[in-house]
Every structure is written in C-alpha cells, then in structure tokens.
C-alpha cells in the first residue's frame, strides 16, 4: 500500500512562492494518478491540481490555473506543487492523493475518487 508524505509548505508572503512536494512510497509513483488538495480553516477541502496517470494530463481549478503547475518527478517518486503568485486566499492545508492505474477526466478533481492521501503540509500567506 502507497504511502504519501507532503512537504515544503510553510509561510510566505503575498506574491511570493512554495513548492510542494508529495514523495510515496510502497508503489510506483507514475502508476497512479495523483490530486493536490487543499483545506482552509472552516471550510471544505477542495480540489487543486491533478495529473493523470499514464497520459499525465494535467487539471487545474480555475482559482490557481495560471499560477500554479503539477509536475512529476519520476526518479523521485515524487510529484510537486509548484505555487508562484501566492495570495492570503491560497493559505490552506495543503493534502496530496492518489489513485492507482486510473484516469478519469471529472473523477479526478473530486477528493472522494482518491484512495491514498497524505497526512498535509500548512501553507500561510501573509498579505
């Protein structure tokens, strides 16, 4: 069973920018599709970023389209967040997920589809 760890939030000022990372291990990495999501106080988690496994599409919600990019790191087993621009509204708990060998173009961006999911990486934006 994978087992997913994020890293690399922290705290940052308006503008500025983190990149998240979220390393498994147990599995494959590239053999699963992986989601970043994220919770802000209060509020429900709420899909990020997404790449697909096998085709490594790539999915973003409209909020941070332009700002921030998914990527994979293979050799590492890794899958990275990087997040430029960042506003006070981005601050959240940051949570990675995977799925094993499936893609789906709507499942993808919903947290329910994913099987494994990391413990969270805190990210504040102070403005």
């Not at 990372?21 to 209060?42: D, E, I, M």
Request: charge should be positive.
């Amino acid at each position: 069973q994978v087992q997913l760890v994020e890293s690399g939030g922290g705290l940052v000022q308006a503008g500025g920018s983190l990149r998240l990372s979220c390393a498994a291990s147990g599995g494959t990495f590239s053999s699963y599709s992986v989601g970043w999501f994220r919770q802000a106080p209060g509020k429900e988690r709420e899909f990020v970023a997404a790449v697909a496994y096998l085709s490594d599409r790539t999915y973003y919600a409209d909020s941070v389209k332009g700002r921030f990019t998914i990527s994979r790191e293979n050799a590492k087993n890794t899958v990275h967040l990087q997040m430029n621009s960042l506003k006070p509204e981005d601050t959240a708990v940051y949570y990675c997920a995977g799925k094993y060998r499936q893609a789906s173009t709507t499942a993808q961006l919903q947290l329910s589809w994913y099987d494994y999911w990391g413990q969270g990486t805190q990210v504040t934006v102070s403005s």
